[in-house]
């Protein structure tokens, strides 16, 4: 099916079940409740969750396919982010035509970085691409100012060209959409103390994802797929068979490169607004986290990492002091002072330290990351009833 392996078509299949059902099962407490918090079902989260989803599958194909750390991979995305902005001034609120933009001049700085970085490897290839992208961020902050916004960002404007069409509007900024549809556009389904939210931007976004998982699993499967591990296993033996492995790299940097400003073309049409941060170091190590944290090399991993990182920081950053003394209010006065201290640190502002902690945790016992974590479960429950059916083979009388 979609010419891939059962087990890859399965795969595929949950990932687009649960992309489906996710204003069900990210919202799991009902409106009002004391755990109501923990939702995740509305729409901004939603659309992070899956662009950053397809960021961390595309770092995936340079990282844990070929074995290149890239430290400068936010460069693309706030590259494909300005073109799609730029496509709303000049062109088009239609996302189509912005995210193709994103897309193809993302590629081309991927070519052009790409070819200089890859003439090293290791270390020194990580510290290249992240030379590349702080200068990036330093143009797009101050010298390219005219073209990017600066400080401020690039924005929409009411007197921008828009040769194609004019722009719906929305507290009197234009809204991107798809074919007379709005990204912003959602529709509420009440259901008893429950309430499930179903977004146009989320969903088109989830389309997108499911793409690009897709095309994913078939360069994982490839012979191409098949070269860059062998790139990555040894790539010296490789140059000694006379093998020439720039092409392959250079390959996969650049697709790597399209992922990351198709999410980024995302995130413009999402919310039209570009800025020089998307390009900082601090967004590179982000992805890096997220792969490392799901699994690198593994095609549902980064997924799951970019899920993961993105609910901790949006729903977890978000507990204070006063919900805390809410949780523990059946202790004690002095005992519930003493837990909301102990715990307060790690939660809010402090949520990265939680963050880092689970990310200590596995990388040390968990180095194939959370995917390894599932399969190891999955492996004891198979255990189990295989050690079961010879215990009964034990016990019968010979004949």
């Known amino acids: 099916m979609f010419g891939l392996e059962k087990k890859d078509t399965t795969l595929l299949i949950i990932v687009a079940i649960l992309t489906l059902f996710a204003p069900f099962l990210l919202n799991p407490f009902p409106e009002g409740s004391g755990m109501a918090q923990f939702n995740a079902g509305y729409p901004d989260l939603m659309q992070r969750f899956v662009i950053f989803g397809i960021f961390a599958i595309g770092f995936n194909i340079l990282f844990g396919l070929t074995g290149y750390l890239s430290f400068g991979h936010a460069a693309f995305l706030g590259v494909g982010s300005y073109s799609a902005v730029w496509m709303f001034k000049l062109l088009s609120m239609n ?22 970085s890859l003439r090293r490897s290791g270390i020194y290839f ?24 600066g ?42 103390p429950w309430v499930f939210t179903f977004n146009v931007g989320y ?24 070269m860059l591990r062998a790139v990555k296993s040894n790539q010296q033996r490789m140059h000694y068979t006379g093998l020439n492995t720039r092409p392959y790299t250079l390959a996969a940097f650049v697709i790597s490169g399209m992922y990351a400003g198709l999410a980024g073309g995302l995130m413009a049409s999402m919310d039209p607004l570009a800025g020089a941060e998307r390009m ?15 699994g690198a ?14 609910y ?3 729903i977890l950053s978000k507990i204070n002091a006063e919900i805390l003394y809410g949780w523990f209010a059946f202790l004690p006065d002095g005992l519930q002072e003493f837990v909301v201290t102990l715990v307060y640190p790690f939660i809010g502002k402090g949520w990265h330290l939680t963050l880092g902690l689970i990310f ?14 599932g399969q190891r479960i999955g492996r004891l429950f198979r255990r189990k009833p295989a050690a079961q059916g010879k215990d009964a083979k034990a016990k019968q009388p010979a004949e």
């Open 280 to 294: 900082f170091w601090t967004a590179s190590g982000e992805v890096v986290l997220m792969t490392i944290l799901g």
């Open 126 to 149: 990580s510290i290249l691409t992240l030379a590349f992208a702080q200068m990036m961020f330093a143009l797009a902050y101050s010298v390219l100012t005219p073209i990017t916004g």
């Open 151 to 192: 400080e401020t960002g690039l924005q929409l404007a009411l007197s921008d060209p828009r040769v194609l069409d004019g722009a719906r509007l929305s507290d009197n900024i234009p809204v991107p959409g798809l074919f007379g549809l709005e990204m912003r556009d959602s529709t509420r389904w009440a259901v008893g």
């Open 203 to 226: 969903y088109f976004c989830a389309a997108i994802m499911l793409a690009a998982f897709y095309l994913a699993i078939r360069i994982f499967r490839s012979p191409f797929g098949m």
């Open 95 to 116: 996302v189509i035509p912005a995210i193709l933009l994103a897309m193809v001049v993302s590629g081309l700085f991927a070519v052009v970085i790409g070819f200089i």
């Open 297 to 310: 090399g593994t095609l549902i991993g980064p997924v799951l990492g970019a899920g993961i990182i993105k």
């Open 360 to 373: 200590m945790a596995v990388v040390i016992f968990l180095p194939g990351g959370l995917v390894e974590g």
């Open 312 to 314: 901790m920081e949006n």
